[in-house]
């Protein structure tokens, strides 16, 4: 019980210092309104909404899959680094567009071999994936594989993407965080989504909607899953 207190200690800073009701919420009742799907990881479980395993447009968070397919199966050019970079701390479509027209397996790949059930695709910018595949790659990624870039390179994300969105929203905002990956969509419905990872933590949510209401929806996730891990004992 003690060593999940520590585990999720940011998770829970966060829901306390945004006012989220973590003593006798109930993880089973409509926590996070049906527009957003999310999911927390942990080494010692997890829990998401019931639409965690939904497939959902990745918008840029398939970049993640892109940038770590090239820095691990690609062939270790200085482009591919440098591109790999950009696509991550500043969301840069071109340089993930570079990226895809080398590596154009890059995400089916990364799916089987994380075993993301629900991620598919060829081109990045068409994938599809759900909050619980890219919670599941990333924990994979801060267990198994620390000193990856692609942690790094979230760690230090650019304030504004190469499009000029503010990157400073969402799971960003969760106490404890170390580094983000931001998405949103640049046409149709507003879409929106953010996965983050902290000490012993993954958290990814995706909205459909703005992004305070994304960052809104993020507080009532990160409630629900203090109470489903944390109090219960």
């Not at 009701?21 to 089973?28: K, Y």
């Not at 071999?113 to 994979?140: I, R």
Request: proline share 6%.
């Amino acid at each position: 019980m003690f060593a999940r207190r520590l585990v999720l200690a940011g998770v829970v800073v966060g829901a306390c210092l945004h006012g989220a009701p973590v003593a006798g919420a109930d993880p089973a009742a409509d926590a996070v309104p049906a527009r957003t799907a999310f999911s927390v990881r942990t080494p010692l479980g997890g829990w998401g909404t019931g639409t965690e395993n939904q497939p959902r447009a990745a918008l840029s968070l398939a970049k993640l899959y892109l940038a770590d397919y090239a820095v691990r199966h690609g062939d270790g050019s200085p482009g591919d680094l440098a591109a790999a970079e950009r696509a991550i701390r500043s969301s840069d479509d071109a340089a993930a567009d570079t990226l895809g027209a080398r590596y154009p397996q890059a995400v089916a790949a990364t799916a089987a071999e994380f075993g993301l059930a629900q991620t598919g695709g060829g081109y990045w910018g068409t994938a599809t994936t759900s909050t619980a595949d890219v919670a599941t790659f990333l924990l994979a990624k801060e267990t198994a594989d620390p000193g990856s870039p692609l942690l790094l390179w979230m760690a230090t994300a650019a304030p504004v993407a190469a499009d000029g969105t503010e990157q400073d929203w969402g799971t960003a905002d969760v106490p404890g965080v170390i580094g983000t990956k931001w998405g949103w969509s640049d046409t149709g419905s507003s879409e929106v989504a953010s996965a983050s990872f902290g000490p012993g933590f993954v958290v990814v949510a995706h909205t459909t909607g703005s992004t305070e209401e994304h960052t809104a929806d993020v507080f009532a996730g990160v409630a629900a899953a203090v109470a489903a891990m944390v109090l219960p004992g």
